[in-house]
């Protein structure tokens, strides 16, 4: 199993500071938060990006994932989804990564009609992804925030480089077991993301094993070559305790997870 963790739970930190808390608590990867205030976006120039790359790999850490905010079953045209995406990608492929996230973000609109607008522009989109070896990863979250709605584009996409980003939290507070999930999200799997909250009506992000999700379960269904990665979101919770301090205890409860699936 190969372990990473988000920059979402490190708001403000440098690109290097994100990198080395990486190597030295043993996580092989980071998932990038492309937003315009993190040291590395879509708008971010060649140079930055080079620059980025080589202190990603002076440390021994990749980039598991871009996670961008294009939103495929939005309202609107499809142009502007589809440029989000592609400036996504292109930044992945700089930065040697192998995923890109996008989020569904149907909003109210009638499941049918939200479908329609994820498979077209996933279908769109696909190709360009292709051609740059990055895979587009749609997250279980919002108006497809369980896996059998993610996995009910999918399947109607039909592409290799359209896949799910398995999202433990979100398909739980869906009503689904980590078993339903996987089921649904086995042929689409891209990577796993791991967390930990009190309950369905207290978010705050708590330390992995300390709360309420079924950790134990989900994590015994990723296969052993897979990734797992800790999405602390620190950025939305300011008062949840500072992540740093949690990497090598959240790392070893992983692994002791891992163990236990493999006995």
């Known amino acids: 199993m190969k372990y990473a963790f988000s920059t979402l739970g490190l708001p403000g930190a440098t690109l290097e500071r994100s990198a080395a808390l990486a190597a030295a608590h043993g996580y092989q990867g980071l998932e990038l938060r492309a937003h315009s205030e993190e040291p590395l976006h879509p708008g971010s120039s060649a140079a930055d990006r080079a620059a980025g790359l080589r202190t990603l790999t002076g440390a021994g850490v990749t980039v598991l994932g871009v996670a961008?905010?294009?939103?495929v079953a939005a309202p609107g045209p499809d142009e502007p989804v589809l440029a989000e995406?592609?400036?996504?990608?292109?930044?992945a492929a700089d930065?040697?990564?192998?995923?890109?996230?996008v989020f569904p973000g149907g909003g109210e609109l009638p499941a049918v009609q939200a479908d329609a607008l994820a498979v077209r522009r996933l279908r769109a989109a696909a190709p360009f992804a292709e051609r740059h070896g990055v895979r587009i990863l749609l997250e279980t979250h919002d108006s497809h925030r369980t896996a059998n709605a993610t996995a009910r584009v999918l399947d109607r996409v039909g592409h290799p480089a359209a896949g799910a980003l398995w999202d433990v939290l979100h398909t739980w507070l869906g009503g689904e077991s980590p078993a339903e999930s996987h089921r649904a999200l086995a042929a689409h799997l891209g990577y796993v993301q791991v967390k930990d909250v009190a309950s369905a009506h207290e978010p705050t992000p708590l330390g992995l094993g300390a709360g309420a999700l079924p950790l134990a379960e989900a994590v015994a269904l990723v296969p052993p070559d897979g990734w797992l990665c800790w999405e602390y979101e620190k950025r939305w919770y300011p008062d949840a305790a500072e992540l740093p301090g949690q990497l090598a205890r959240g790392r070893a409860y992983l692994e002791g997870l891992v163990g236990q699936g493999l006995r």
């Open 95 to 101: 930065l040697e990564a192998p995923c890109v996230r």
């Open 68 to 71: 961008g905010y294009a939103r």
């Open 85 to 91: 995406i592609q400036a996504l990608v292109r930044l």
